[in-house]
């Protein structure tokens, strides 16, 4: 009863706010003379309403996708209703577009998937005792595992994002994020082992052994998400659980990448009015580098860092006051660039700052990529992952610089105190921050400026641990808006509010925070033999 019944309290709030007998048409003219406070309170209580019936929705898309299967042939509850597929039927009782559709049915297979089939016998010692039988000594039962284990042990790695979903701490877009994210584990040589403790066990419990390490590092990963999921965007969470999946499994990390390179390609075509177009499919270095290329070039237009020398000043005024859009800015870029080739004058084409990727790795990454063992690290600006292999070749060729960090991800080394934080602490802050740190903000930190937290003019220090990354925006925000953000020692960073509320803590990166071991544990499989 507690699903309706939280329902019908939202049912009444909504009541209570728009009025008991309004007509459907007059909602939005009632909604414009409320206050501020209803208004948020009607969204609130409006998406508690929407996740609901999405809930059964996606339950009864599940159940339609199990009857409506290829061996069910015509007889399948889709077919029968004259629909060729699930996702077909599902369009049409809903009106919503295929791709939505299509989700709901996915979502609605995945949970029906974590649903363990009780047996016969899985109860017959719950119904002896409560139908008065002698029961068995409590002694006697040591080691037999009881219905409820048996059922964990067969369910799939993500039921808890089915429980999360129906229970309301997911939403079906976070669930989706999390779900598409991770993807499946790797089952292929999931009994290979370096381990010496297994020697001698036989191969059926080894691999019996490592498929459930690996499915419970995947739900793991999945539980640690669910707890991000109400501070994180979904495009963060979707991102996160990427990146996750290739520091879990770095070998299929690898082939993906493969995988994405092999579809590399430019196709050009002139349409019938004879303009000619062209298109891209990127692999993930290339695509790296050109974002970096439009990046460093456009971020004056973007809300770039506001301090700067001079000379890159004067050009960020000139390109911000510049009539072309950001389109044709970038279009006339990557012509310079072309015609300009490997001649390239970089100062001239993008300022003071050089375009280029810039790689995050861990000294134990490095030296597994160095060795030929698979692994991945992250990209500086970005939570996307690079193969091991493509991270010994840019250490080669362009060198490394040590930034070490604690177990939480701070940086050990603190600069020395000067009024603006130098290029090597600003890379020391990108490592730990990866981008700026206020809250749902998704600004790279190549886009961020370094706040001290402590004002400068009153003694503040610029160490890094006294620094922040905040994209501009929300920099200007803070000293504007009478916003504060302090830190004991190297703790968390806090948010206090104009209005003196409770702090609020500003997460890292979900993926820097991974990276530097926050998941727990990683299936022994992936790690490298001693």
Not at 163 to 170: D, N, Q
Not at 391 to 406: E, F, I, N, W, Y
Not at 459 to 474: K, M
Not at 485 to 509: N, Q, T, Y
Request: aromatic fraction near 6%; glycine fraction near 10%.
């Amino acid at each position: 009863m507690a699903f309706f019944s939280d329902l019908q309290a939202a049912l009444d709030a909504l009541r209570t706010v728009v009025g008991d007998d309004v007509e459907a048409v007059d909602i939005p003219c009632v909604v414009q003379q409320i206050t501020d406070e209803n208004v948020l309170a009607l969204i609130e209580h409006a998406s508690v309403l929407v996740r609901g019936g999405e809930c059964v929705r996606i339950a009864g898309s599940g159940a339609v996708a199990s009857r409506s299967t290829r061996d069910a042939g015509h007889s399948g509850l889709a077919q029968k209703r004259g629909h060729r597929s699930t996702v077909s039927l599902i369009q049409d009782l809903t009106g919503s577009t295929r791709a939505d559709a299509a989700k709901q049915v996915r979502l609605g297979e995945a949970l029906a998937a974590g649903l363990v089939p009780v047996e016969a016998g899985d109860f017959a010692d719950h119904d002896a005792r409560t139908e008065g039988q002698a029961s068995v000594d409590e002694d006697t039962d040591a080691g037999v595992p009881t219905a409820r284990q048996a059922g964990a042990a067969r369910r799939p790695w993500h039921a808890v994002l089915g429980e999360a979903l129906m229970t309301g701490a997911l939403t079906s877009a976070q669930h989706d994020a999390i779900y598409r994210g991770l993807g499946e584990p790797p089952v292929d040589d999931v009994g290979a082992t370096d381990d010496p403790t297994t020697h001698g066990a036989s191969e059926a419990a080894v691999t019996a052994g490592r498929a459930t390490e690996v499915r419970t590092a995947w739900e793991t990963a999945a539980g640690q998400l669910i707890d991000e999921a109400s501070e994180r965007t979904v495009e963060e969470l979707a991102s996160a659980a990427r990146t996750i999946r290739d520091l879990l499994d770095p070998a299929g990390a690898e082939l993906r990448f493969e995988q994405r390179f092999e579809a590399r390609s430019f196709r050009r075509w002139t349409d019938r009015d004879g303009i000619r177009h062209g298109s891209f499919t990127f692999e993930d270095e290339g695509g790296a580098w050109i974002e970096s290329i439009i990046d460093t070039a456009l971020r004056p237009r973007r809300g770039g860092p506001r301090f700067v020398d001079p000379d890159e000043k004067a050009r960020a005024e000139e390109l911000a006051t510049d009539p072309r859009t950001n389109d044709q800015l970038a279009y006339d870029l990557m012509l310079d660039v072309l015609r300009a080739g490997a001649l390239a004058d970089a100062e001239t084409v993008f300022g003071t700052r050089r375009a280029g990727i810039r790689i995050v790795a861990t000294a134990g990454l490095l030296a597994d990529a160095t060795e030929g063992r698979a692994a991945v690290a992250l990209l500086e600006d970005h939570d996307m992952t690079l193969p091991g292999w493509l991270v010994a070749r840019q250490a080669c060729d362009t060198g490394t610089m040590t930034c070490t960090l604690d177990e939480r991800g701070n940086p050990l080394d603190l600069g020395r105190e000067a009024r603006l934080f130098s290029s090597k602490q600003r890379v020391a802050l990108a490592v730990r921050d990866g981008g700026c740190r206020w809250r749902d903000c998704d600004r790279p930190a190549s886009y961020c400026e370094a706040h001290h937290i402590d004002p400068y003019s009153e003694g503040g220090r610029t160490d890094i641990d006294r620094g922040i990354l905040l994209c501009r925006w929300h920099h200007m925000q803070l000293h504007h808006g009478e916003w504060r953000i302090s830190r004991e020692g190297k703790g968390d960073f806090l948010l206090h509010a104009p209005d003196g509320g409770a702090p609020v803590a500003l997460p890292v990166r979900l993926a820097r925070r991974y990276a530097w071991g926050d998941l727990k544990p990683p299936p022994r499989r992936f790690r490298p033999a001693a």
